[in-house]
Nanobody, 124 residues
């Protein structure tokens, strides 16, 4: 059973917005740092954003700062990625991930649990 399930992806025009959700099932991730990563065709999976266990620390890749916001609702065991002012270069499969630790990192190798991904396509 996949412990993380992403939703909210889709096709949007440049300048538009999407809100991705990552719902945990089978176990709680309330004490775990969570992250969003993305992989475009022909490219490696890269860091997008991360949030620590209590929503007091976040980190973003430079290319999304000021446009994307990561947040979490531990009561719902869900993490969100609000994406505004989307650009064609944001087109990718977006993955949610969880660490065993409560602190954030940008290194995908330090995340243990992964979702199956949701496609985001931004048209110009």
């Amino acid at each position: 059973q996949v412990p993380l399930v992403e939703s909210g992806g889709g096709l949007v025009q440049a300048g538009g917005s999407l809100r991705l959700s990552c719902a945990a099932s089978g176990r709680t991730f309330r004490t775990n740092a969570m992250g969003w990563f993305r992989q475009a065709p022909g490219k490696e999976r890269g860091f997008v954003a991360a949030i620590n266990y209590n929503d007091r620390s976040t980190s973003y890749v430079d290319s999304v700062k000021g446009r994307f916001t990561i947040s979490r609702d531990n009561a719902k065991n869900t993490v969100y990625l609000q994406m505004n002012s989307l650009k064609p270069e944001d087109t990718a499969i977006y993955y949610c991930a969880a660490r065993l630790s409560s602190t954030i990192t940008t290194n995908p190798n330090e995340y243990t649990y992964w979702g199956q991904g949701t496609q985001v396509t931004v048209s110009s």
